[in-house]
């Protein structure tokens, strides 16, 4: 055939090829005309080669820091190799059974995929002699690790292999948590022991259900089986307090993505630095919630256990899968480290101003402590536990764990926004198609929740910790409209009413009841709290006294009237009064007493009507207001009956004074 290579550029059709047709032969031109996007080939000989060439290794996950550097880590001397198997033998070492020589055969990695490495690792046991119980199955079975995934990774689990789980419009990840919603405070048991028996408030009015140390190793061992039994646990090494001086290093070890991604927002993500030097945990919690403990053990009354030994550092957690369990379970566990420590643990929020100024908020729900706390001309340093040391404030937590019911981007846009890709969503509904979540729909439950990292939030003050409070802020929704709507504190009236932590909510209509229902809860977080109130309130006075600190009463419930006649407190009347506190004007007014609670109230608040500030002024029915005052003030000594018993200092003058500053008939 003729060559055709003037007239085609590049290829020449030359001899004939198979079945008669001429081959095409090309060949390079010196002068390049179009650009030549051909490629080296891809070095991998398969699939699963490719696959693993799409992923380089990285470091882990963590809180953002903004502190110096760490310490040379102790394992930077030691192989890579060698360091994951030390992860391993503590992962192994702490899911150990008791009555076994050996803990599990661990490995690292997705049992759906390839492991890194396939060596399992064990590590042995001396406790009891082994040909006792015999070999196990769990024992000849690899337990795979999935340590310390990151969202990314754990979304991917979830999808998967959790039924319920989806990705919502916003990104976030929408998850069950089963058949409880809510935390479950009548199964929660301690073990009661030597130490705790004189440590730890029992008895009535306590949240501490005791139990003994033989039934916590049988809901353990059940625990432990449990988890060791399934292919794969999601194992998390975090912290709590951003105090480097008094963090706690806490391990989770559980099986479910949702729980895992649960506790990476909430407590503190390690830097790949600390992870390295880990170490062993300071506290371990075994969430095998899926699984029902035994009824017919001592103590259980429902398949539900929530079970501390503060002994042993552990927590176990049987039916149920209800995340806020850890969340609560661990500040129980800080409220019982911290005050041994001679640092106050708090249920509160805390914020801070540019120069340094720190209030801190109590208040139980429906008080307004989210809200107030929350101000965009101030730093957030945490929204619900605080620590407050010699060195100052620190939050306990690395998240923010906030209700969405009938969330709206108008009311609440911090957390609105916070709600994208890494943040959990529990047990909210969404159109099926669009994944758009409806937060006033109450299907599942009334109490949705969104679980985030703190540093979702623009004002977070990364490291969350802060100078010593000025400000302390009691706040109450008053519903029977007599507490004023706000009250400058003394030392003593600041811890009776923070050892009372009272509130008032409105009974429901369907029996035609409007009368509001007074709630006390001691110390603004009765259902953590470890030891007596009147600890906790101690060293409260003794920070403030010390730091010069003032205690303030805010009322953010009713005014002329109670509820039902009178009015709410406006919203923009109580950010002026906390304006006020803030700046240090409202120190300087003139105040004057309110009878029976002997409370002092301004005279004046700049942007705040002053027929207010005295509730008797705007009751028209001055009877009524006498008749609701007493009330209130007949309701606060009832509550208090439980304390009055309770000695504080030797000498017992601060109880005495304690209780000359509550309601005086």
């Not at 130490?195 to 809901?219: A, C, Q, R, Y």
């Not at 391990?251 to 993500?269: T, W």
Request: glycine share 8%.
């Amino acid at each position: 055939m003729a060559n055709n290579g003037g007239e085609n550029g590049n290829f020449t059709f030359a001899q004939t090829g198979r079945q008669g047709l001429p081959k095409i032969q090309t060949r390079k031109e010196t002068t390049e005309v179009c650009h030549d996007d051909t490629a080296t080939p891809v070095k991998a000989k398969t699939m699963d080669e490719l696959h693993s060439l799409q992923k380089k290794r990285s470091s882990q996950p963590s809180t953002p820091h903004t502190a110096t550097g760490q310490q040379v880590s102790a394992f930077n001397a030691i192989s890579e190799e060698d360091r994951q198997k030390q992860q391993l033998q503590s992962i192994s070492a702490s899911l150990a059974s008791l009555t076994r020589e050996t803990g599990p055969k661990v490995v690292r990695g997705d049992p759906a995929g390839k492991a890194d490495g396939r060596k399992a690792v064990h590590v042995e046991h001396h406790l009891y002699d082994s040909s006792l119980f015999g070999l196990s199955d769990s024992a000849l079975k690899f337990t795979h690790i999935l340590y310390n995934l990151s969202p990314a990774e754990l979304y991917e689990q979830a999808i998967k292999y959790e039924k319920g789980s989806f990705i919502t419009e916003s990104g976030a990840l929408a998850t069950l948590s089963g058949a409880k919603t809510g935390r479950s405070p009548r199964d929660k048991r301690v073990v009661k022991d030597e130490e705790t028996e004189n440590e730890l408030w029992w008895g009535k009015g306590s949240p501490n259900i005791e139990m003994d140390e033989h039934t916590f190793l049988v809901n353990r061992e059940r625990a432990v089986d449990y988890l060791n039994s399934l292919d794969k646990v999601f194992v998390n090494d975090q912290f709590l307090n951003w105090d480097p001086e008094h963090r706690i290093k806490v391990r989770i070890v559980s099986a479910r993505a949702y729980h895992s991604l649960f506790m990476h927002n909430m407590c503190i993500r390690p830097t790949p630095e600390e992870l390295e030097n880990f170490g062993t945990p300071d506290f371990t919690i075994y969430n095998a919630g899926q699984f029902p403990c035994n009824r017919y053990t001592h103590y259980m009354t429902s398949s539900t256990s929530i079970d501390l030994n503060l002994a042993r550092r552990e927590m176990v957690i049987l039916g149920t899968q209800y995340a806020g369990e850890m969340k609560k379970g661990l500040f129980s566990v800080m409220h019982y480290l911290m005050p041994k420590r001679g640092i106050l643990s708090l249920h509160s929020g805390c914020n801070m101003a540019q120069d340094g100024d720190v209030a801190l908020f109590f208040g139980l729900s429906g008080t307004g402590k989210t809200t107030l706390s929350t101000d965009h001309n101030r730093y957030l340093i945490g929204d619900d536990e605080h620590c407050w040391s010699n060195n100052g404030v620190s939050n306990i937590e690395g998240g923010c764990y906030a209700k969405c019911i009938d969330l709206s981007k108008d009311k609440e846009p911090d957390i609105w926004n916070a709600i994208k890709f890494g943040t959990v969503l529990e047990n909210v509904v969404f159109d099926e198609h669009t994944r758009e979540v409806d937060y006033s729909e109450k299907s599942v439950t009334e109490n949705t929740r969104a679980a985030y990292p703190i540093e979702y939030i623009p004002n977070a003050k990364i490291p969350c910790v802060g100078p010593h409070p000025k400000n302390v802020i009691l706040l109450a929704c008053d519903a029977f409209g007599v507490l004023p709507p706000v009250s400058k504190l003394s030392l003593a009236q600041t811890m009776y009413h923070f050892i009372s932590g009272y509130t008032a909510l409105v009974a429901g209509t369907e029996d035609g009841i409007n009368e509001p229902q007074a709630t006390f809860s001691a110390c603004f977080g009765a259902a953590f709290i470890m030891m007596h109130p009147t600890r906790y309130a101690a060293m409260l006075a003794e920070k403030m006294q010390k730091h010069g600190a003032t205690g303030w009463l805010v009322n953010t419930g009713w005014s002329a009237g109670r509820y039902g006649t009178g009015n709410r407190i406006k919203l923009a009347h109580t950010r002026k009064i906390i304006d006020a506190i803030h700046s240090g004007t409202l120190l300087n007014e003139n105040y004057t007493k309110t009878e029976v609670f002997g409370l002092e109230i301004p005279t004046k608040i700049e942007g705040v009507p002053a027929e207010i500030l005295d509730p008797i002024n705007t009751w028209s029915d001055k009877k009524a207001y006498k008749d609701s005052l007493l009330k209130l003030g007949g309701l606060f000594k009832k509550n208090f009956e439980v304390f009055v018993n309770h000695k504080i200092g030797k000498d017992n003058k601060l109880t005495e004074e304690i209780l000359a500053a509550g309601p005086n008939f």
